[in-house]
């Protein structure tokens, strides 16, 4: 069953408009969240996190939203640019004491087109 | 130099055969984990471990072993492959000590099973 969700496997944005990449979550011992970006042929590079405690994270272009209630997170990306084409990840890490390891979800592929 | 390496990049072998795949880590953490991805399937790990001595199965460890000869190397071994182990497999590292569980993750091993 699979507890992260990225129901999108794929998402078409035109430069310079906003990407909005969206992730659901079932369990509710999550407290940490992350979004990791992969390009083709290169291991997946962290890009943002997100503390249960909070509902938004700011770094650059790039912003997480976290809705505790819903059970739902979102990667917004403003302005997307071309290099921002890549397969995101969206993981969790539940609150589980010291035996903690992130849990995955499929990945949504974000095409930025010029 | 990359902080993950992993070692080959890209390994073609043929059934039955023993193969093993390294990594190794220059950032001090203390955690390494094995993955592998295959399309549409996301990452789904192996093994994991979260100190020299410790050492845990993951969602798929069946056909895998793996050591952890230091806190800076951890290798995967498929004892006898077959051709479903076909597969990019990343390594990835974490520090306990932040309490974040952010995974940082090699290039990738692209291995062909024929």
């Known amino acids: 069953d699979q507890q992260v969700k990225q129901n999108s496997p794929s998402l078409s944005v035109q430069e310079g408009r906003i990407s909005i990449l969206n992730c659901d979550y079932t369990?509710?011992?999550?407290?940490?969240f992350l979004w990791y970006k992969k390009y083709p042929a290169e291991g997946p590079t962290f890009l943002i996190s997100?503390?249960?405690i909070k509902d938004k994270n700011e770094d650059g272009r790039f912003t997480v939203f976290l809705n505790k209630s819903a059970k739902h997170l979102s990667l917004h990306i403003v302005p997307s640019q071309p290099g921002d084409s890549a397969v995101y990840f969206c993981?969790?890490?539940?609150?589980?004491?010291?035996?903690?390891?992130?849990?995955w979800g499929l990945g949504t592929s974000l095409a930025v087109n010029p | 130099d990359a902080d993950v390496t992993q070692t080959p990049r890209n390994r073609i072998t043929k059934t039955g055969k023993r193969i093993m795949l390294e990594c190794s880590q220059t950032?001090?953490?203390?955690?390494m984990y094995w993955y592998r991805q295959d399309p549409g399937l996301g990452l789904q790990l192996i093994y994991y471990?979260?100190?020299?001595?410790?050492?845990n199965k993951g969602e798929i460890s069946d056909g895998y072993s793996v050591s952890r000869q230091a806190q800076a190397k951890f290798s995967l071994s498929l004892e006898s492959a077959i051709p479903n182990q076909t597969a990019l497999y990343f390594c990835?590292?974490?520090?306990?000590?932040?309490?974040?569980?952010?995974?940082?993750f090699g290039p990738g091993t692209r291995l062909t099973v024929l």
């Open positions: 990835a590292t974490s520090d306990s000590g932040t309490g974040t569980d952010t995974q940082y």
């Open positions: 950032k001090g953490h203390d955690r």
């Open positions: 471990s979260f100190d020299v001595k410790d050492i």
């Open positions: 369990n509710s011992m999550f407290d940490y």
């Open positions: 997100i503390s249960s």
């Open positions: 993981a969790a890490s539940p609150n589980a004491g010291n035996n903690r390891k992130l849990i």
